[in-house]
Each structure stands twice: as structure tokens, then as C-alpha cells.
T-cell receptor, first 115, second 114 residues
Framework: NAGVMQNPRHLVRRRGQEARLRCSPM?????VYWYRQLPEEGLKFMVY????????ESGMPKERFSAEFPKEGPSILRIQQVVRGDSAAYFC?????????????FGSGTQLSVL | DQQVKQNSPSLSVQEGRISILNCDYT??????FLWYKKYPAEGPTFLIS?????DKNEDGRFTVFLNKSAKHLSLHIVPSQPGDSAVYFC?????????????FGTGTRLTVIP
């Protein structure tokens, strides 16, 4: 899938623990998006970041969830004090500057399971 | 609130026949529509798109039809091949850029039987 790297592929956490999901965008891509797919649902937008800036976090739950895209290193989606309802597939996507949605490339996702 | 709906969770088609995947949307402001294909253990990949100024867009075996008055679009695959077996997501946005404004359907799992 065009070089967007997500890790880990699978993450198991117990209720109350923290989950950290990582995403390295394609080379040359400066826009990163995080999506969540709950069981039986479509992908839902969570947050849009550019280097060191959160552009749109309108899809993020107000509590426990945060995201960053530092100057160096991957984008991180952090979920504190996880609950069973956080179990889902989390997809990261990246696009070049001024890219259309046809230029959106997805990673393989991180499947988070909360016990 | 599911603004983009794919009411058929699954579809099975014989190899060589036509596959028709359907998608409905509720927001009349949507101006741009895309189909993504997803294999197991992979992320979605872009397949084909259409803007609201058109009613048809064709790319090889794949054709997308848009009926704005019915708020309905469909993806036709002909002839279907076993490698087309995947989950297909319909997506819609108000503008052509900005994946933060992209709304996805729940997906249709297509199985092409050899």
C-alpha cells in the first residue's frame, strides 16, 4: 500500500492501559489523517495533521484521545485509559501537499483489542 | 449518522459476469465520490472517482455511475475476475481535496467465484 507504514499491526491492551499507534507517511507526504473503523461501520475521520500542527481534530473523542505529528518521527495516535469500546481498526493515511483525495494512501491499519 | 450507505454487506458473482455495487448518500452537498478497494490485512486503495458534473466515469473494467437526483451511485465491474474479490468502500466529500471531509460507507464484500 504505497509505503504508509503503521505499527504495530495488532495491539492488545487491558482496560485502563494506554495505547500508542504509530504512522510513518509516504516519503514526500506532509499531510496525515487518522481514521477509525468500528465493527460493522465505515471508516470515520478522526484527526488531520501536518508537521507539528493539528489542522482538524473534529472527529476525535474529546477525552482520552490525542494525536501528534512531530517535526521528526512518525505521527502518534495516543489513547489513554482504554475501554472496550475503543476496540477497532485504526487506519492512517497520507497525502502530498495540495493532494486530492485520489492521492490519499492508506496504511495497513492497527487492530486494537481491549480486553 | 451514516451519510453514505452501502446496504449490501456482501455480493457473490461468477467469474466473467458483471458485479454491481451500490451506494446511497443523504447529503446533497456532496460533490465528489470515490470508490476504494480493500484486501484483507491491507489498507484501502483508491479505485475510481467521479465528480458531480458527470454521470459516468470509466476506467478499464470499472465504471462508476452517478444519479444525483436519486443520490445514488454504483460501481460496475465487467468482466469480474477472482482478483476483484475484496471489500469495496464508497466515499463522498464536498470538495475534491481534504480527506478530513471524506465520508465512507460501511463497505460491500465482493466474492468472485472462479
Amino acid at each position: 500500500n504505497a509505503g504508509v507504514m503503521q505499527n504495530p499491526r495488532h495491539l492488545v491492551r487491558r482496560r485502563g492501559q494506554e495505547a500508542r499507534l504509530r504512522c510513518s507517511p509516504m516519503k514526500g507526504h506532509s499531510h496525515v489523517y487518522w481514521y477509525r473503523q468500528l465493527p460493522e461501520e465505515g471508516l470515520k475521520f478522526m484527526v488531520y495533521l501536518q508537521k507539528e500542527n493539528i489542522i482538524d481534530e473534529s472527529g476525535m473523542p474529546k477525552e482520552r484521545f490525542s494525536a501528534e505529528f512531530p517535526k521528526e518521527g512518525p505521527s502518534i495516535l495516543r489513547i489513554q485509559q482504554v475501554v472496550r469500546g475503543d476496540s477497532a481498526a485504526y487506519f492512517c493515511a497520507s497525502s502530498p501537499p495540495e493532494g486530492t483525495n485520489e492521492k490519499l494512501f492508506f496504511g495497513s491499519g492497527t487492530q486494537l483489542s481491549v480486553l | 449518522d451514516q451519510q453514505v450507505k452501502q446496504n449490501s454487506p456482501s455480493l457473490s458473482v461468477q467469474e466473467g459476469r458483471i458485479s454491481i455495487l451500490n451506494c446511497d448518500y443523504t447529503n446533497s452537498m456532496f460533490d465528489y465520490f470515490l470508490w476504494y478497494k480493500k484486501y484483507p490485512a491491507e489498507g484501502p486503495t483508491f479505485l475510481i472517482s467521479i465528480s458531480s458534473i458527470k454521470d459516468k466515469n470509466e476506467d478499464g473494467r470499472f465504471t462508476v455511475f452517478l444519479n444525483k437526483s436519486a443520490k445514488h451511485l454504483s460501481l460496475h465491474i465487467v468482466p469480474s475476475q477472482p482478483g476483484d474479490s475484496a471489500v469495496y468502500f464508497c466515499a463522498a466529500s464536498v470538495v475534491v481535496t481534504g480527506a478530513n471531509n471524506l465520508f465512507f460507507g460501511t463497505g460491500t464484500r465482493l466474492t468472485v467465484i472462479p
